[in-house]
């Protein structure tokens, strides 16, 4: 049963255009949310992250919402560039130490 | 600094050999992992400590074991490995956080590419 969910398993954007991935999550317990980059042959790597109390987090051209009723999250990249291309996970963290991640967006920037 | 450390980065095995995979970090974190990533299937959790000589189960512990003699090390252990292993193992850590922010921000290693054929 996966508790954490990104549906759209590949996406596509020019260069200069808003990047949106989105996250939906199962779980109510969930109270912390955070986005991972990955790139090829690499580990997964801190991009963002939100506490079930906000509902927005911004850095840089990074900005995560956060819909606690509707039980998803989004991250928005803006300008999209192409060293943005990579696979993007999101993961939650509830009462509990582990953090469970989604299935991961692979975001393609082109010129 | 060298972070998180995992070796090896590859290995091929046989159905019912028996590996190690070694995970080290330099951080002094309190918490470990190990994940599993497949395609489709993101990553998956597969056990974790949350200090020395402690370990519990995550999403996928079955097939797996695993070890926490010293702070810094993780091994991860398959008994009788099978196909089904095959995957990318990821190690990562962490600082024990009380608070909302801070809390699990993981730093990952660069991965070990396990088959089993």
């Known amino acids: 049963d996966q508790q954490v969910k990104q549906n759209s398993p590949s996406l596509s954007v020019q260069e200069g255009r808003i990047s949106i991935l989105n996250c939906d999550y199962t779980?109510?317990?969930?109270?912390?949310f955070l986005w991972y980059k990955k790139y090829p042959a690499e580990g997964p790597t801190f991009l963002i992250s939100?506490?079930?109390?906000?509902d927005k987090n911004e850095d840089g051209r990074f900005t995560v919402f956060l819909n606690k009723s509707a039980k998803h999250l989004s991250l928005h990249i803006v300008p999209s560039q192409p060293g943005d291309s990579a696979v993007y996970f999101c993961?939650?963290?509830?009462?509990?130490?582990?953090?469970?991640f989604g299935t991961g967006t692979r975001l393609q920037v082109f010129p | 600094n060298a972070g998180v450390t995992q070796t090896p980065k590859f290995r091929v095995l046989k159905t019912g050999q028996s590996m190690t995979l070694l995970c080290a970090q330099d951080?002094?974190?309190?918490?470990m992992y190990w994940y599993r990533q497949d395609p489709g299937m993101g990553l998956r959790l597969i056990h974790y400590?949350?200090?020395?000589?402690?370990?519990a189960k995550g999403e996928v512990p079955d097939g797996y074991n695993v070890s926490r003699l010293k702070k810094q090390n993780f091994l991860l252990g398959l008994e009788s490995a099978a196909p089904s292993q095959t995957s990318v193992y990821f190690c990562?850590?962490?600082?024990?956080?009380?608070?909302?922010?801070?809390?699990?921000?993981?730093?990952f290693g660069a991965g070990s590419r396990l088959t089993v054929l």
């Open positions: 779980n109510s317990m969930f109270d912390y």
């Open positions: 400590s949350v200090g020395e000589g402690t370990t």
């Open positions: 990562a850590s962490s600082y024990f956080s009380q608070g909302a922010f801070g809390a699990n921000v993981l730093t």
């Open positions: 993961a939650a963290k509830g009462n509990t130490d582990k953090l469970i």
């Open positions: 939100i506490s079930s109390i906000k």
């Open positions: 951080m002094n974190h309190e918490y």
